[in-house]
């Protein structure tokens, strides 16, 4: 998660259960899905296999990548903070090696 106030107000960007995708925004609690929740992404490596997201602003556009393959672009939306995590649900077991914040 990106652009985080506190725990009701972030912008997501994840990967489901299944191979989906999420990209979202809470705002005071409330969920907004940007991408149908429904669809499945091939780009997605399922099972305990590794998968790099990025999220690129490029211009007046921001860039959803999974594995090098963009699943997703949209306008840019407004930060509610300056915060950047993870979270992680379901009892997972999860390794993280790099988060690289860059701007420009």
Do not use: C
Not at 27 to 53: C, I, K, M, P, W
Request: aromatic share 12%; proline share 3%.
């Amino acid at each position: 998660m990106w652009g985080k106030r506190d725990d009701n107000n972030f912008l997501d960007f994840a990967i489901r259960g299944l191979g989906g995708i999420l990209i979202a925004s809470r705002q005071d609690g409330h969920f907004e899905d940007y991408v149908d929740v429904a669809l499945l992404n091939s780009h997605v490596r399922r099972g305990n296999a590794t998968n790099l997201l990025v999220v690129r602003k490029e211009g007046q556009r921001i860039r959803f990548l999974v594995n090098g393959y963009q699943v997703h672009e949209m306008p840019p939306r407004p930060f509610f903070g300056s915060g950047v995590g993870f979270m992680v649900f379901n009892n997972l077991n999860v390794d993280f090696d790099d988060l690289v914040v860059t701007t420009k």
